[in-house]
Structures are given as C-alpha cells and as structure tokens.
C-alpha cells in the first residue's frame, strides 16, 4: 500500500479536516441548525469556554471535570513507555516486536513485517520524545497547574485516552517509510540534534506558560486564592493569548525536524496539531476578549502576528 494512502493518513487527514471545519465555523460565526448548534458547541467546548453557552439538562449527564487531564498523559506514559520498552529490546537485545503489534502496525500501514526488523534512530528518538512531554505534562497536571471547576465532555475524554495511543502507533509507523541507513550511529545526523533542541526549547516555553497561568491563581506564598480566570500578561502572553497552544505545535514541528521533515505520515499529525490547537486557542482568545473589556487588541490567539 503506498504510504500516501495508508489507512494511519486518511486517519490524522481526517481528523485535521474535522477540526479545519469546526475551526472556520467559530472563526467566521457560522450557524449550524437550532438543534445541532447546541450539540456542536457542547463538543468542541472545555473548561471556561463552556460557561457562556445554553446547555440542556441531558448535556451535563456527558460531564467530566477538566481535572482529569491528567489521565490522557498518565495514559500516554504507560502506553507509549511500553512500546518505548518494546522498541529497545528490538535495539540491545535484538528481539522481534510482539506478533500483535507488527499485526496492528501491518494494519495502519500496509507494509509487510520486515518494514520492522530494524528500527531507525529518528523513530527512537521521536518515542523517546513523546515519552518525556508526556511525562512532564502529567506532572504539570499534577504539581503546576491549578485547574478551576470546568468540565470536558465525555467524548473528549475517550478522544483524548485514545489519541494518544494512536499517537504512540503512528510513531513506529514511520519506521516503514524511513531508509535503513545502517548502525544508529551512522544514522545520526544534524536534522536529529537542530529538532531535539527545538524541542527542549518549546517545551520550556510551554512550562512558562503555564506557570505563569498557574501563578495567577495564588498568592506570594504559593497559597491557592483564587479559581477565577484573569486575564495573561507577560511573556509572550504579550503576543498571543494561548502561547501554551503554539509551544505544543512547535512540540510537533520539532518532531517533524527529528524525522529529516520527511515523513508525511508525521506532517499529517502536525497538520492534525495545527487545526486542534487553533480551535482551542480561537475560543480561549473570544473568551478573553468578551470577558475583559481592557484586553490587548494587537494580541493573536495563537501564532504571533498571524492568527
């Protein structure tokens, strides 16, 4: 099967155009039908940019407090661990990855079991990475943000424990369209150190942002005052209103780095990474702008100067 269309493509393609989608609905205020509308933004709503919306008794039954975050990355940790786990045995110990996960992997991609006898260093890696920003988002969630009364629905939920699982799949799908090149010390080359580094680097901004997030909620002490939402200041809040969302893009760009920007499979999740986050930054940014009527007029939702 051609790895333009393998089934793990057409999968993170359509998940970007139906993010695309929701996206330019908010963007240009367009209506769905009366009935639809409601259902519509109850689904792409979380947290504070659900509280001005009219929502029915029977919504709220689909309720999950937002301070469950934590379980997409306590998810991710143990998932994409294990197959972090699995892929080093493949390395050292030169053992074949399990018959159920070359079956799945088979499955996504179309490409026959030898496209995994060795594994390319960018897909270590990219495992590696994801392993590290799933762990530090699952103690961030734990130990650094301060996370008020907002609810996520229950199909963002499941959305969210399965999104990463897929995640962690799609990464050893790229091992099939990546050229064996070799030891993994002769694959090392300049793309892996140039996107590791803007990896570090975005993450960091993404801490700081949600440090900063979190600061706002208490006091000189560390003692929690407050769940009320203020409006960001600093830093590159003074750019963008979720400069946290454009860290996670540039997360994911930096991945893409890591893999030479050869891997289309990889793009299509950057593409998926754009949509998703431009979605939750546009109705942060609108709630931001209608809950404070001094806010910054020159500030972007998402991508400075851009949008």
């Not at 734990?142 to 897929?166: K, R």
């Not at 109705?283 to 931001?288: I, P, S």
Request: charge should be positive; aromatic fraction near 14%; charged fraction near 10%.
């Amino acid at each position: 099967m051609p790895d333009s269309i393998a089934i793990v493509n057409v999968i993170w393609f359509l998940l970007a155009l139906c993010f695309l989608v929701a996206f330019c609905l908010c963007r240009f205020s367009l209506k769905l039908p009366h009935r639809f509308e409601h259902v519509f933004q109850d689904l792409i709503r979380y947290g504070k940019t659900k509280e001005h919306i009219k929502r029915s008794n029977w919504q709220l039954v689909f309720d999950i407090s937002k301070r469950c975050f934590y379980h997409f990355y306590a998810v991710s940790v143990m998932w994409n661990g294990l197959l972090l786990l699995f892929s080093l045995c493949s390395v050292v110990m030169n053992q074949a990855l399990p018959d159920w996960l070359i079956d799945t992997l088979w499955c996504l991609t179309g490409r026959s079991r030898a496209a995994w006898n060795e594994l390319h260093l960018s897909v270590l890696l990219l495992q590696v990475l994801l392993w590290v920003h799933s762990l530090r988002r699952l103690l961030e969630c734990l130990f650094v943000s301060i996370f008020s009364n907002g609810v996520i629905h229950v199909v963002q939920y499941a959305f969210g424990l399965g999104y990463y699982v897929l995640l962690g799949l799609t990464v050893l799908c790229i091992n099939s369209s990546l050229p064996q090149s070799g030891s993994l010390v002769n694959q090392l080359a300049w793309h892996h150190v140039i996107g590791t580094l803007l990896f570090i680097w975005a993450s960091l901004l993404q801490n700081r942002s949600l440090s900063m997030l979190a600061k706002m909620r208490t006091n000189s002490s560390g003692k929690i005052e407050t769940l009320a939402h203020k409006m960001p200041c600093g830093g590159w809040f003074e750019l963008v209103s979720c400069p946290h969302y454009l860290a996670e893009l540039l997360i994911y760009v930096a991945m893409s780095v890591c893999c030479g920007c050869s891997s289309l499979t990889w793009w299509l999740v950057v593409l998926y990474v754009l949509c998703n986050q431009a979605l939750a930054a546009q109705l942060c940014h609108d709630y931001y702008r209608s809950k404070f009527e001094t806010y910054p007029t020159q500030r972007k939702a998402f991508i400075p100067f851009v949008l």
